[in-house]
């Protein structure tokens, strides 16, 4: 990574499983901790990379016959890895980043403003100045797709990796009350197209890089799976956060210093609190 001060976060999970959801109640989260006293000395900003939606990492496909195009779409030969690992290595791609808000949708193959400003704060490119955010803000990435957990290279540059685990049932459920027309008329498509395209997909390419999570939410829509465990991935990102922000570390004392704020052990006892949330929340699953 260019700099101490980007975090990258992975949110991995099949088609329908809410990793949006569970992306967004980070990014509340974050926020929330952001507004605590005792993170006043930590501001940070928070945004989305979408796989999905954003084509700047989609392969072209067209050029392949229709049977090798139609198999290349439902597995990771669509996204192009290797532009996205260059990407989030130069200063450019976080200036952007930070500057311009959340990559979800293009808009004519440029970077698509972000629509929710309550997540982020302000993203207007003409709002945004060189005072508006200070130098050394951390900027908290949080890459979601199906595919976020699959290239090594993205995993190495991730703080946390999580991956929503839902069953093929609950997310065929989700995807048609997400999708479905008002009259029915593509319900049948959808079936079609879940079950010969989208679940074998998830089996064979998604489904393993559960392996690599840090965290693995298995209830994403009940409290403890979803905002209990969302709030523990937010604390160890935010612990993060926090001990990358401190300037100096006095091993005779155990003071962490950053400017003119002081705080005895506060690092030490928050990634105390972190690893007990940690085992809480997997007894609860």
Known sequence: MPSQNHLLVLVGGGHGSGKHDISNLLQRQLNSLRSEPFNKAFPILVREIDLIEYDKYHNNLSEKDGDSEDNDSYSPLRFDFEKLVGDLDTDAFWNTLEQRGNLTESESGDVAIDKDQELNGPVNPAAVTPNTIPEKTPLVAILTGPYALYDSRIRDKAIMKVYVDVDADTRLSRLLLRDVKPDNSNLSLLIDTYLN????????????????ADVILTKPSSAEGGEYGVELIATGVYDRIKAESYNSLDSNTGTLTLGKHVTQNSYRYRRE???EQHESYYSLN
């Open 197 to 212: 395209h989208l679940r074998p997909e998830v089996t064979e390419f998604v489904e393993p890089t559960k392996q690599y």
């Open 273 to 275: 609190s972190f690893v």
